[in-house]
């Protein structure tokens, strides 16, 4: 069974443009959760899609957006990057509840000059 | 709210010592669930155990042992005999049931430097 996907690997924005990451979640898997994970904040959530549904959602802003298709892939955008956006994204497929684990991808580094 | 505490930041050890992680998580949620990742400098995130608040059973896994402790609030992981490829950053994770879905709390993560 593949993992879960996530394209691309690296990235580089100019500050003030916007981006959008991709997650291919595991076959079977309906949930899809997306973390950002920096040195100083550590790994947090950014917001979990289930059935194409908004599930949950973190303390990030309104530049963070998601949306999940029919097939349950997942994207997210950032408009108006600003360097404080650089992390690496890490995209979580499961089954579907809270007692599921989580299966990650390996990421994609963003990098805001 | 929840919170997740892992109090050691690095830990080295020299190959074959054991080595234990601390985790204390604080929730008001009657039900949650407690996880241990491991993360590689590859970067992705494996999944390792899963533990519900209600089986305070402790396992054991080839040399991956976890001791769940309600009493203290605490979901420790040892490695016995400790190997270079041992070698990763170790999160622990809370998931509360009354989030109805699937929102991980991480602790900050220990790094675990294992010297040949």
């Known amino acids: 069974k593949a993992g879960v996907t996530q394209t691309p690997r690296y990235l580089i924005k100019t500050r003030g443009q916007q981006v959008t990451l991709s997650c291919s979640p595991i076959?079977?898997?309906?949930?899809v959760s997306w973390y950002q994970q920096t040195p100083g904040q550590g790994l947090q959530f950014l917001f979990e899609y289930f059935s194409e549904t908004q599930r949950n959602k973190g303390n990030f802003p309104g530049r963070f957006s998601g949306r999940q298709f029919s097939n349950s892939r997942s994207e997210m955008n950032v408009s108006t990057l600003e360097l404080g956006d650089s992390a690496l994204y890490l995209c979580?497929?499961?089954?579907?509840?809270?007692?599921?684990?989580?299966?990650f991808g390996n990421g994609t580094r963003l990098t805001v000059t | 709210a929840q919170k997740v505490t892992q109090a050691q930041t690095e830990i080295s050890v020299v190959e074959k010592e054991d080595v234990t992680l601390d985790c204390v998580y604080e929730?008001?949620?009657?039900?949650?669930?407690l996880f241990w990742y491991k993360q590689p400098p590859s970067g992705e995130l494996v999944f390792l155990i899963r533990?519900?608040?209600?089986?305070?059973q402790n396992e054991i896994s080839g040399r991956y042992s976890w001791n769940f402790q309600k009493s203290t609030s605490s979901f420790n992981f040892t490695i016995t005999a400790s190997q270079v490829v041992d070698s990763a950053v170790y999160f622990c994770a809370l998931s509360e049931r009354r989030a109805a879905g699937n929102k991980l709390t991480f602790g900050g993560g220990t790094r675990v430097l294992v010297k040949p």
């Open positions: 533990r519900n608040s209600f089986d305070e």
């Open positions: 929730t008001r949620d009657t039900t949650y669930y």
């Open positions: 979580a497929s499961s089954l579907r509840s809270e007692e599921s684990p989580l299966h």
């Open positions: 076959s079977g898997h309906r949930s």
